[in-house]
């Protein structure tokens, strides 16, 4: 199975800063024939299902504001916050969609 | 507007069986693929099984291998997962979720159904 790790497991952020969560995958999830990384973001708040933000690492889900970013490549990915606002305290999940069992990230809490 | 709304989340007793329904809505059914996740109570999330859009495929987790079945009615524009032989670590809440192609992300999710697996 693909492990998801992601670092760090909770963040702190001040209102209007910047927040990055890394995701790394135990191998490469980026596929050769269509170079695409097999990886997408969502992000949970308490009492509701997890939302897409980003898939194939760095494409944003229509309606996904634009301060949200996706990067990275093969076993290493960023989702970065670029001016947090009050709304986006959430918990932050990657996932890699390359193979089953598909598998999560632990998640990351992300706080004002 | 998608939705996907879950159904059949009871207590149950350690051994015994639930089935789980998600009523699909807003969109065509038949052409996605569709899967079961789960969450354990404060916990992460954790892939359960999918099916393919005209149920030719399905995958599993090895955590329930053997245990759960999952299907799917196009014509009721419905998904289901038969969970036998529970265990306590089956709790939480399990949600349906569409994919466009086996690997593909989960564009859409339910709001959830809640599985407490207790004596």
């Known amino acids: 199975d693909i492990v998801m790790t992601q670092s760090p497991d909770s963040l702190a952020v001040s209102l209007g800063e910047r927040a990055t969560i890394n995701c790394k995958s135990s191998?490469?999830?980026?596929?050769?024939?269509?170079?695409?990384?097999?990886l997408a973001w969502y992000q949970q708040k308490p009492g509701q299902p997890p939302k897409l933000l980003i898939y194939?690492?760095?494409s944003r889900e229509s309606g996904v504001p634009d301060r949200f970013s996706g990067s990275g490549s093969g076993t290493d990915f960023t989702l970065t916050i670029s001016s947090l606002q009050a709304e986006d305290v959430a918990v932050y999940y990657c996932?890699?969609?390359?193979?089953?069992?598909?598998?999560f990230g632990q998640g990351t809490k992300l706080e004002i | 507007q998608v939705q996907l709304v879950e159904s059949g989340g009871d207590l149950v007793r350690p051994g015994g069986s639930l089935r789980l329904s998600c009523a699909a809505s807003?969109?065509?059914?038949?052409?996605?693929?569709m899967s079961w996740i789960r969450q354990a109570p404060g916990k992460g999330l954790e892939w359960v099984s999918s099916?393919?859009?005209?149920?030719?495929?399905?995958n599993y987790a090895d955590s329930v291998k053997g245990r759960f079945t999952i299907s799917r009615d196009n014509a009721k524009n419905s998904l289901y997962l038969q969970m036998n032989s529970l265990r306590a670590e089956d709790t939480g809440v399990y949600y349906c979720?569409?994919?466009?192609?086996?690997?593909?992300?989960?564009?859409?999710w339910g709001q959830g159904a809640l599985v407490t697996v207790s004596s």
């Open positions: 996932q890699q969609y390359y193979t089953t069992p598909y598998t």
């Open positions: 979720a569409r994919h466009i192609a086996a690997s593909a992300w989960f564009d859409y």
């Open positions: 807003g969109f065509t059914f038949s052409d996605f693929y």
């Open positions: 099916i393919s859009s005209s149920s030719t495929y399905t």
């Open positions: 194939w690492a760095s």
């Open positions: 191998q490469s999830v980026l596929y050769s024939s269509n170079d695409k990384n097999y």
